[in-house]
T-cell receptor, first 115, second 117 residues
Framework: AQTVTQSQPEMSVQEAETVTLSCTYD???????LFWYKQPPSRQMILVIR??????QNATENRFSVNFQKAAKSFSLKISDSQLGDAAMYFC????????????FGTGTRLTIIP | DAGVIQSPRHEVTEMGQEVTLRCKPI?????LFWYRQTMMRGLELLIY????????DSGMPEDRFSAKMPNASFSTLKIQPSEPRDSAVYFC???????????????FGPGTRLTVT
């Protein structure tokens, strides 16, 4: 079974600075997808960014980018120019490419933005 | 687009009572997922459906939990009888499933916060 580990329960960053959230995963599969979801205080789960394991290029979405290291099974999220609206819980998630559509989530990192 | 709709948003009930949570997926989506979020266990999949058929129910904790999807636009998650340890936020999510391994997004509803006293 796949597992996802987020070793930073809490992080904080000064507004306009850059922060990196860590995620590692364990799998025996060679093809899969990785996601970062954001959960603000409203509780709504929002997809931030996705990465296909077969792609070497790191995904980027505006101020959000990932550092995907397949051999190390590492998938970190970098948030540039942090804004107050980025304050939320961030969850890393794994999806197999072999039939099961479920997402396996990490335990989350609570990100605080310091004005 | 109304998004995934869940009802009720909050539910408070007494131990032993039956609880029914409801979900309306996004129109045109053919996969539906029920997740549970607790402080102790985080976010975990309970069950998911593809074209109204249950595909993986290995996360359903015990026989007290049951889920149905009678049609493409409605699903229920029932707990009978409820217990205090069932207190959690229950999320419904939907997506479009075309091919195994497709890269897709699961759209989440706002969740139902269940409190069992």
């Amino acid at each position: 079974a796949q597992t996802v580990t987020q070793s930073q329960p809490e992080m904080s960053v000064q507004e306009a600075e850059t922060v990196t959230l860590s995620c590692t995963y364990d799998t025996s599969e060679s093809d899969y997808y990785l996601f970062w979801y954001k959960q603000p205080p409203s509780r709504q789960m929002i997809l931030v960014i996705r990465q296909e394991a077969y792609k070497q290029q790191n995904a980027t979405e505006n101020r959000f980018s990932v550092n995907f290291q397949k051999a190390a099974k590492s998938f970190s999220l970098k948030i540039s120019d942090s804004q107050l609206g980025d304050a939320a819980m961030y969850f890393c998630a794994y999806k197999s490419n072999f039939g099961n559509e479920k997402l396996t989530f990490g335990t989350g990192t609570r990100l605080t933005i310091i004005p | 687009d109304a998004g995934v709709i869940q009802s009720p948003r909050h539910e408070v009930t007494e131990m032993g009572q039956e609880v029914t949570l409801r979900c309306k997926p996004i129109s045109g989506h053919n996969s539906l997922f029920w997740y549970r979020q607790t402080m102790m266990r985080g976010l975990e999949l309970l069950i998911y459906f593809n074209n109204n058929v249950p595909i993986d129910d290995s996360g359903m904790p015990e026989d007290r939990f049951s889920a149905k999807m009678p049609n493409a636009s409605f699903s229920t998650l029932k707990i009978q009888p409820s217990e205090p340890r069932d207190s959690a936020v229950y999320f419904c999510a939907s997506s479009v499933f075309r091919l195994a391994g497709d890269a897709y997004e699961q759209y989440f509803g706002p969740g139902t916060r269940l409190t069992v006293t």
